[in-house]
C-alpha cells in the first residue's frame, strides 16, 4: 500500500529526530573542549549537522517529503575540516544547509565528505542512511 504524504512528513519528522539526538550524542565529547554556549531560555536550537552519505538523495527527501528548502549549499570550508580533524589530503566534502520555510530554527546542515575512510552503519539504502 502507498505511504500517504502525512505518513511521510511523520517518518520523516522521526528521522530527523533520530538525527538530532545521534548528533548530540556525537557532538558531547567534542563539546569538552569548546568554550560554553551562551543559549538564551526560550530560543530553541538554530542548527544541528548530519554527516549523510548521499547528500543529493538525502536533500530530495526532505524537499519532496517534509516540504524543506535548500537555504544555502556549497563546498565544505578547509576550516571545517581542520576543525574536526578531518584535514587530509584528498579530504573533501560539500553541504546543504535544510529549514522549513515557515521556521527561522531548527535547521539541518547536511554535510557528505568525500576522500575520507568511512563506513556504512545500515545498508538500507533509505535518506536517512
Do not use: C
Request: hydrophobic letters at 45%; glycine letters at 8%; a positive charge.
Amino acid at each position: 500500500m502507498a505511504e500517504t504524504r502525512r505518513q511521510a512528513i511523520s517518518r520523516a519528522r522521526a528521522w530527523l529526530g533520530t538525527a538530532v539526538l545521534l548528533f548530540v550524542v556525537g557532538a558531547a565529547a567534542k563539546a569538552a573542549t569548546m568554550p560554553a554556549l551562551q543559549l538564551t531560555p526560550g530560543d530553541g536550537w538554530h542548527e544541528a549537522m548530519v554527516v549523510v552519505s548521499d547528500l543529493d538523495n538525502t536533500r530530495r527527501f526532505l524537499i519532496a517529503v517534509a516540504g524543506w528548502i535548500a537555504y544555502r549549499e556549497g563546498p565544505v570550508t578547509e576550516a571545517h575540516l581542520a576543525y574536526f580533524g578531518l584535514d587530509r589530503p584528498g579530504a573533501s566534502g560539500r553541504y546543504a544547509l535544510m529549514r522549513s520555510p515557515d521556521s527561522p530554527r531548527g535547521w539541518v546542515r547536511l554535510i557528505e565528505y568525500r576522500g575520507l575512510p568511512s563506513r556504512m552503519i545500515r545498508a538500507h539504502a533509505q535518506p536517512w542512511d
